[in-house]
């Protein structure tokens, strides 16, 4: 059978069908949403009778990955604007993670702690091969070694 990825996080309905149906829950947000919807899935999963440690759980997230904290920005404002999104759309957007190595590291650090182990990056056009390659070698090991 092919297996089955459900996203999102809705607590009644998404959550209880990613217990009873799904082999991977792909989640978005701050570490503290996440650790709460966890918590939630996991009761939804002893409900059914399921361990919660068949399901894989991912993360999506925006990375955009620079030496400096304000030349990620930089990239990520010219990436808005090459898309035409009103940054006041995604000023608040927790899932862009816009910064250093370090920076990233640590929001997947801290996702992998709540029992996130695949990270999922979705990356605006124009395609940014510089994060891909910071996030495959520099990041990726950071995260490994935690």
Known sequence: RLPIMIGG???????RTVARYADFWNAMGPVEFLRHKVEVLRRHCDEVGR?????????????IIRDTPEEARRVWEAQMAHNRTPMAE??????????????????????????????LAELAAPFDDETLERWIGEVRPMVDAA
């Open 9 to 15: 996080s809705g607590e009644r309905k998404t959550l």
């Open 90 to 119: 995604v000023i608040d957007d927790d899932t862009f993670w816009v910064g250093t190595p370090d920076q990233v590291a640590e929001q997947m650090i801290a996702r992998k702690a709540l029992g996130f182990h695949t990270f």
């Open 51 to 63: 361990d919660i440690a068949d399901i894989e759980l991912t993360a999506g997230c925006k990375p």
